[in-house]
């Protein structure tokens, strides 16, 4: 079972509407959650990192929140755009960062935004 | 300042060829990490290696992969005797401490027929 859980797989919305994804995870302890956006065809980019004091962190029309004892993560998109048409990708980073453990990465949300 | 680097974009390769994917960091990092992505499933982590040294190669398979990062140059992930479940996009991505402040290059796909 993955540590990971990102619901929905697959949403569609409408341009200009607002959009919740949602991220659970396992992994315990952990450092720090990260959010990504991953285009079509491209490499994932950096949307938010929140270590597990932190309970929301905004980037422009990104909304990222974290309950650290329920172990859920949410991402909340405001006033879509076409160009937030991607993969959204949860990604949790075990407490210590020690080097010898890895990032454990989400099988991510697409977010289709139509006009 | 140019971010993570890798070469080629697209490689196509026959069965039981070899594959030879570079990742060149940001300036100023030292960490180096490889993923594999099938399509439609997630980012799978390969290995994390630092100058010279693996660090963590728990998700590399046993068999035809391997990877290095040399003290100068980039860093290669080198699969042997290709097989078409080889077929995916690799990522690579740097960062300048363990894990931290992480950046993914555009990846290299790789297609085996």
Not at chain 1, 97 to 104: I, M, Q
């Amino acid at each position: 079972k993955n540590q990971v859980e990102q619901s929905p797989q697959s949403l569609i919305i409408l341009e200009g509407k607002n959009c919740t994804l949602q991220c659970n995870y396992t992994v315990s302890p952990f450092s720090n959650l990260r959010w990504y956006k991953q285009d079509t065809g491209r490499g994932p980019v950096s949307l938010t990192i929140m270590t597990f004091s932190e309970n929301t962190k905004s980037n422009g029309r990104y909304t990222a929140t974290l309950d650290a004892d329920t172990k859920q993560s949410s991402l909340h998109i405001t006033a879509s755009q076409l160009s937030d048409s991607a993969s959204y990708i949860c990604v949790v980073s075990p407490f210590g960062d020690t080097g010898r453990r890895a990032l454990t990465f989400g099988s991510g949300t697409r977010l289709q935004v139509q006009p | 300042n140019a971010g993570v680097m890798q070469n080629p974009r697209h490689l196509v390769r026959r069965r039981g060829q070899e594959a030879r994917l570079r990742c060149s960091p940001m300036k100023g990092h030292s960490h180096v990490y490889w993923y594999r992505q099938l399509p439609e499933e997630g980012l799978k982590f390969m290995v994390y290696l630092q100058k010279e040294n693996i660090i963590d190669e728990s998700g590399m398979p046993k068999e035809r992969f391997s990877a290095e990062f040399p003290k100068e140059g980039p860093s290669i992930l080198r699969i042997q005797q290709v097989v078409r479940g080889d077929s995916a996009a690799y990522f690579c991505a740097s960062s300048p401490q363990t894990h931290y402040g992480y950046t993914f290059g555009s990846g290299t796909r790789l297609t085996v027929v």
